[in-house]
T-cell receptor, first 112, second 110 residues
Framework: DTGVSQNPRHKITKRGQNVTFRCDPI?????LYWYRQTLGQGPEFLTYFQNEAQLEKSRLLSDRFSAERPKGSFSTLEIQRTEQGDSAMYLC??????????FGPGTRLTVL | QKEVEQDPGPLSVPEGAIVSLNCTYSNSAFQYFMWYRQYSRKGPELLMYTYSSGNKEDGRFTAQVDKSSKYISLFIRDSQPSDSATYLC??????????FGAGTRLTVKP
């Protein structure tokens, strides 16, 4: 399978815990994006990388959210001190030239 | 007002019907327009991508963009039960910040 992969697929955590999600983009894609999708809504852009550089992060929801892409390949999204309002699907997408973004299956987060 | 407004649905049609899905937007800076299909608990899958005003056809799907009216549409001909999903319109500026509509949930009944 050469598509975008995300792990874990599901994460259940208690309020106040930290969580980290991983995204592996399509191998030749240099751009990687993170989105959040809540029930009944479309995906909401959070941040994106071109190679290892994070070129847009102003739309991250709070300073509890951070993302990295240290070697320009896989990326991680971390949420610190989770809150119940963080419960959502976190989607990753990748592209090779900024045009077509291909999405992964998402990580569904449930904060108890 | 949201930047991208999408008919909320849900929409239910019989198999074989023509389906029309629509979005309006407020920001004339949007240059690229996409339609994604999303099955339950899955990531969005790109269906159509257009840049200019006009029509683009791909099999049973036709995407239509009217920049003067800030209105985009997706038509599905000969709809099938397998087309049952949520359809999301999306658009972006020249950068990579893509904005999505809320999605229209479609059910095609056999």
């Amino acid at each position: 399978d050469t598509g975008v992969s995300q792990n874990p697929r599901h994460k259940i955590t208690k309020r106040g815990q930290n969580v980290t999600f991983r995204c592996d983009p399509i191998s030749e894609h240099n751009r990687l994006y993170w989105y959040r999708q809540t029930l009944g809504q479309g995906p909401e852009f959070l941040t994106y990388f071109q190679n290892e550089a994070q070129l847009e992060k102003s739309r991250l929801l709070s300073d509890r959210f951070s993302a990295e892409r240290p070697k320009g390949s896989f990326s991680t999204l971390e949420i610190q001190r989770t809150e119940q309002g963080d419960s959502a699907m976190y989607l990753c997408a990748s592209s090779s030239g900024g045009d077509t973004q291909y999405f992964g299956p998402g990580t569904r987060l449930t904060v108890l | 007002q949201k930047e991208v407004e999408q008919d909320p649905g849900p929409l239910s049609v019989p198999e074989g019907a023509i389906v029309s899905l629509n979005c309006t937007y407020s920001n004339s800076a949007f240059q690229y327009f996409m339609w994604y299909r999303q099955y339950s608990r899955k990531g969005p899958e790109l269906l159509m991508y257009t840049y200019s005003s006009g029509n683009k056809e791909d099999g049973r799907f036709t995407a239509q963009v009217d920049k003067s009216s800030k209105y985009i549409s997706l038509f599905i001909r000969d709809s099938q039960p397998s087309d049952s999903a949520t359809y999301l319109c999306a658009m972006r500026y020249n950068n990579n910040d893509m904005r999505f509509g809320a999605g229209t949930r479609l059910t095609v009944k056999p």
